[in-house]
Structure formats: structure tokens, C-alpha cells
């Protein structure tokens, strides 16, 4: 089963608009830790943003913010005032406590930026 | 701000030969891993390296594959005898807990590997 569902293979979004990157997430482990990386088309792993599942408040790093909803068990991205730059793939990913996998992925959600 | 590093960015290669990736992990961290990206699909575990022994590897990484981490800064990925299917980008990470907890892995760039 999978453990981290994105089920928008790809968005579009204005310039200056703000986006949504939708991400739920399956496990029974009541501590883990929910990542969004990007993935720009050179390839690497960027961070972006973490949430701990006993975190109260939303994680919050610039214009990037997580809405973590725990009891329906998703972690969208919000991206505000959306750049050319940011244009690329993201990913959600989840670590778990008592999980043998250190990071699981999700498939994936292509953003473009349209000027 | 320290990084991970990974040699080399691109690798070509005929079907049958032996490769070696190489990656410095954060100089603190105890705790190493690799995972694969095949084009245009997600980035998959492979393998986690805790205190010079594997602690957790996937189904993926099968006898072809190895690791070890020789010279006390180095982690490398051995590829015995490559296949058309290991074609990918390997991502090495690098962490200061391990897998009882949740904190952030740090990814290096990424090598680029084609298997022809």
C-alpha cells in the first residue's frame, strides 16, 4: 500500500498566485516526520519543509507553509507568490519512528510556473 | 553550511562493468544512506549504513550492490555488474539520528548514472 499519496501529477499556476501541492499519507506509527522537497530539473534534493506529527502549529519556512491536518492525515505544501523558479518537481515524503525505511517518498507533483 | 557531496555528477558506462559511486556525507552525521531515482519515476530507498554495517536495505538492492565506507569519510555504492535497468540517478544522504527517529535527511546533488 502506498504509504505517500500525491495525486497531481501536475499543476499549473500565474506567477504571484499562490499553489497548493496536495500530499496524505498512510501509517499507523503515531510519531513521524513529514517532508516536501523540490526537484529542479537539474536534479538534486532541495528541503523545503518540515512538520513533526506532534507539532501543534503549521511549519511555516518563508513562502513556503505546510497545511498538516492530522486527523485526515495530509500535508499539503502551500506555495505563496509562485516564482519562474519554482517551477520544478516536489515531492512529500514521510519518515516514521518505527518504520524500517528512513524516507518514504511520493510520486511526485510537477509544478510550472506560467509568466 | 556543510553539505553532502557526491563524485562523480554523470557516469556512463557499458552493460556488465563494475561501477563505484562516491559521497562524502556531513562530517557529524553518523547515520548514511542510498536511494535511486529512475527517470521520471520517484526516488526509491535502497540501502541505510549505520556504524560501518548495513541496518536497513530494500529489495532492490540485491547482490549486485554493496557498500562500504573504507576510509572513515568516504560512502561509496558498488555496482558489481550494471544492467540497462540501473540507469538512474543515485542520491547519497546523510543524517544525525537514525531510524527511531524522524529528523531530516540531508541529500547530496546526485550522480547521474547510464548504463549502455
Known amino acids: 500500500a502506498q504509504k505517500i499519496t500525491q495525486t497531481q501529477p501536475g499543476m499549473f499556476v500565474q506567477e504571484k498566485e499562490a499553489v497548493t501541492l496536495d500530499c496524505t499519507y498512510d501509517t499507523s506509527d503515531p510519531s513521524y516526520g513529514l517532508f516536501w522537497y523540490k526537484q529542479p530539473s537539474s536534479g538534486e534534493m532541495i528541503f523545503l519543509i518540515y512538520q513533526g506529527s506532534y507539532d501543534q502549529q503549521n511549519a511555516t519556512e518563508g513562502r513556503y507553509s505546510l497545511n498538516f491536518q492530522k486527523a485526515r492525515k495530509s500535508a499539503n505544501l502551500v506555495i505563496s507568490a509562485s516564482q519562474l523558479g519554482d517551477s520544478a518537481m516536489y515531492f512529500c515524503?514521510?519518515?516514521?519512528?518505527?518504520?524500517?525505511?528512513?524516507?518514504?517518498f511520493g510520486k511526485g507533483t510537477r509544478l510550472s510556473v506560467i509568466a | 553550511e556543510p553539505e553532502v557531496t557526491q563524485t562523480p555528477s554523470h557516469q556512463v558506462t557499458q552493460m556488465g562493468q563494475e561501477v563505484i559511486l562516491r559521497c562524502v556525507p556531513i562530517s557529524n552525521h553518523l547515520y548514511f544512506y542510498w536511494y535511486r531515482q529512475i527517470l521520471g519515476q520517484k526516488v526509491e530507498f535502497l540501502v541505510s549504513f549505520y556504524n560501518n554495517e548495513i541496518s536497513e536495505k530494500s529489495e532492490i538492492f540485491d547482490d549486485q550492490f554493496s557498500v562500504e565506507r573504507p576510509d572513515g569519510s568516504n560512502f561509496t555504492l558498488k555496482i558489481r555488474s550494471t544492467k540497462l535497468e540501473d540507469s538512474a540517478m543515485y542520491f547519497c544522504a546523510s543524517s544525525e539520528t537514525g531510524l527511531d527517529d524522524t529528523g531530516e535527511l540531508f541529500f547530496g546533488e546526485g550522480s547521474r548514472l547510464t548504463v549502455l
Open positions: 515524503a514521510m519518515r516514521e519512528r518505527s518504520g524500517n525505511t528512513p524516507l518514504v
